[in-house]
């Protein structure tokens, strides 16, 4: 009855006032109003407490971070620094370390009173063979052992492999380029010549003979002829971003190239003439009229049984001298007890003082 009549009686309040009167209502138990205040405050002193702790960790976090904008590129930068990629030119400093065998001729202390360089006639190399190619650089492709390569390439390849250092004489006209393609590929050539220590020479823009005269009136003088060579030079520089003093010049068809203008401006100038003691003829041909390997073997084994004083030893950039070079170098210099030397090692032993 007495459970009938609280029902009852909670029904006649009607419906938001009802819970007021219930067992145990904070509205309506007075006596347990100081218990729960207590309780509130020990409740609002946590979450306080808590809050302080929360606000805390937050700061400390956000402090972490690293800028809002930056946080996906944050998170891919991994922890150890990033080698910035390398710039198609070397900084200053390194250039110079790269020169370094350049520098060594240039430094040398030029008198201007004779003509300077390597002649025909010498004889004093102590089995020394100095590596030389002519009219390149050569930028076209071959097939060398099922891989495409270039012949300026394999040339590289080759020496490097043995760590032997050649100066390559090059045509201005075979740094002419109607791509930025193109560009970029002689350049990355040059670059790697001049890295891995090699030295780039002079030969001339066209490859005239300046001996037979090179324009209408069938005479070269001083003007012809530094024209040929400092186009090149300019040519060089351009593709590269940076002056490379090509100090070594042979003119085309070596000593039989030479004038008396010619010495005169290189004399004036400060360059070294390089002429050679040995010629491959890595670019003649067997009487059939096709090249042959084993015939330029045979040459190169007479010639060096016969001439065994050393001296500078003239290639071609051509494809078969690229497919030759390792036996050549192998079968023929190294076996006869001759030793290959870098042109400016002779240079610094004739001119310094
Ligand atoms: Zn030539």
Redesign the pocket.
């Known amino acids: 009855m007495v459970v009938m009549a609280k029902i009852i009686k909670i029904k006649s309040m009607g419906g938001s006032d009802w819970y007021k009167n219930r067992p145990g209502s904070l509205h309506t138990n007075h006596n347990m109003q100081p218990i729960l205040k207590k309780d509130r405050k020990k409740l609002q002193a946590i979450i306080l407490t808590l809050i302080i702790i929360l606000s805390l960790f937050l700061f400390i976090y956000c402090r972490t971070l690293p800028p809002l904008n930056d946080h996906h590129e944050a998170e891919a930068i991994p922890e150890t620094p990033i080698t910035p990629s390398k710039p198609s030119v070397e900084p200053e400093q390194s250039q110079d370390r790269q020169l370094e065998n350049l520098n060594k001729i240039i430094d040398l202390d030029y008198s201007g009173q004779h003509l300077q360089g390597v002649f025909w006639g010498e004889h004093e190399f102590q089995k020394r063979i100095y590596l030389t190619f002519?009219?390149g650089p050569n930028l076209s492709p071959f097939n060398l052992n099922g891989k495409t390569t270039t012949v300026i390439e394999s040339i590289l390849d080759t020496l490097d492999s043995y760590g032997f250092k050649a100066v390559f004489?090059i045509?201005g006209k075979n740094l002419e380029y109607t791509s930025p393609a193109e560009k970029k590929k002689l350049l990355s050539v040059l670059l790697r010549i001049i890295r891995n220590g090699h030295l780039l020479g002079n030969?001339s823009y066209h490859?005239y003979n300046l001996a037979k005269g090179i324009f209408s009136d069938g005479q070269s003088d001083m003007d012809d002829i530094s024209h040929e060579f400092m186009m090149t030079q300019s040519a060089l520089d351009e593709i590269l971003g940076f002056s490379y003093p090509m100090i070594l010049i042979?003119p085309?068809?070596?000593e039989p190239g030479r004038t008396s203008d010619l010495d005169q401006w290189l004399m004036n100038e400060g360059y070294y003439l390089i002429s050679l003691q040995y010629d491959s003829y890595d670019y003649a041909y067997s009487p059939d009229g096709r090249w042959d390997q084993q015939g330029i073997m045979t040459r190169m084994t007479e010639l060096l049984d016969k001439e065994e004083k050393g001296g500078v030893l003239l290639l071609?950039e051509l494809e078969s001298s690229a497919k030759l070079l390792p036996e050549l170098l192998e079968r023929v210099i190294l076996e006869k007890g001759f030793i290959i030397e870098p042109l400016e090692d002779l240079l610094q032993k004739k001119y310094s003082r």
């Open positions: 002519d009219d004489f045509n030969h490859h042979r085309p068809y070596a071609h």
